[in-house]
């Protein structure tokens, strides 16, 4: 790879990491393993950074949802020790946060395919063609995903989704 690639790389970095970062917390609810989860997609995109045409966004995503798949798939698989956090976290008095918090434990219940479904419908504002094309499944499963996904996240919280909380995070 060239000097040009690699400073166009480390420019896409620096201009989109931070929404990778959004779906991937999203994704996993774990800002740790969020990170470990963007870093392993950036390293997958670099490794072919001088093929990708076009908007790299798009490839780079798509690499950071069926990464985050295979670790669903891992982790099914095997016995997970949950560790003790090192710092407790402070509760936030604002609103919108306890909000967001509520939404991302509603999230976490659900299914990883139906979260991911969710995730790339409102928290990054895809149609359901681009959603069903970037999980590699029909437009009929999007729907009905979505249905199923925002019935279960209203029984969890007792009303309305709302849709604005998916943008804040």
């Known amino acids: 790879m060239g000097r040009t690639d690699d400073d166009a790389f480390e420019a896409f970095v620096a201009a989109r990491s931070g929404e990778l970062l959004r779906t991937a917390v999203l994704l996993t609810r774990d800002r740790g393993h969020a990170e470990d989860l963007l870093q392993t997609a950036l390293v997958k995109a670099y490794r072919r950074w001088g093929r990708i045409s076009g908007d790299p966004f798009p490839y780079v995503r798509r690499v950071l949802v069926t990464s985050a798949a295979s670790w669903w798939r891992l982790r099914s698989t095997q016995e997970i020790v949950s560790l003790p956090a090192h710092d407790p976290a402070t509760p936030d008095g604002t609103d919108a946060v306890a909000e967001r918090e509520r939404l991302a434990e509603a999230l976490a219940t659900l299914p990883p395919r139906m979260r991911a479904v969710l995730v790339l419908r409102y928290a990054e504002d895809l149609s359901e063609a681009a959603t069903a094309e970037l ?35």
């Open 135 to 169: 999980l590699r499944c029909s437009v009929h499963t999007v729907r009905s995903q979505t249905v199923r996904g925002l019935a279960r996240l209203r029984a969890v919280l007792g009303a309305a989704v709302p849709a604005a909380v998916f943008e804040e995070c």
